[in-house]
């Protein structure tokens, strides 16, 4: 079991639309923002969701990481995704990375990482009682234009155990 979890940008905005931020420390305890999806998260630009967003990473469950290691790189991800898997790598624990971008998801485990994505933590949710209904929050993020194939949301629905 991975000892510190870090979460990329993805699951943290597409939960702070669906109320699912406070699922994130109920499932994981706490959970390692690295800097530069702070900053990805947290513009400053006041766009939709940032001032939720801000709330949540600022309470309890959220550590926000000062450090941004620079190596290895990965020029061929985004600064989140990049960053995440730089600070799993710097980190002396086991580490899981909650990641929906799919080059970043290969690159991580590639690297020897664990990565769960949104669906996953929409599956723990409902498994650890958080919410009802696995498939309702899985007909709001289809709604919001969140891409998953109908394989991965079966997959989910069965983790779930609704399926």
């Known amino acids: 079991m991975a000892r510190i979890v870090l979460s990329d940008a993805s699951p943290l905005i597409v939960l702070s639309r669906v109320g699912g ?7 994981f305890g706490c959970v390692h923002v690295p800097l530069p999806v702070r900053r990805e998260v947290l513009p400053e630009q006041d766009k939709a969701g940032e001032a939720q967003l801000r709330a949540a990473l600022a309470g309890e ?5 000062k450090r941004d290691w620079k190596l290895p790189q990965f020029p061929f991800l985004g600064e989140g995704e990049a960053g995440c898997i730089r600070a799993a790598l710097h980190m002396d624990s086991t580490s899981l990375l909650l990641m929906d971008d799919r080059a970043g998801r290969v690159t991580a485990v590639e690297q020897g990482l664990q990565v769960a994505g949104t669906a996953a933590i929409v599956a723990l949710a409902k498994r650890r009682n958080l919410i009802a209904s696995a498939g309702e929050v899985f007909e709001q993020l ?7 194939s109908a394989e991965v949301i079966r997959a989910a629905l069965e983790m779930a155990g609704e399926r």
């Open 21 to 27: 931020l406070a699922w994130l420390p109920a499932l």
């Open 61 to 65: 469950g959220f550590i926000m990481l």
């Open 142 to 148: 289809l709604h919001m234009d969140f891409r998953l």
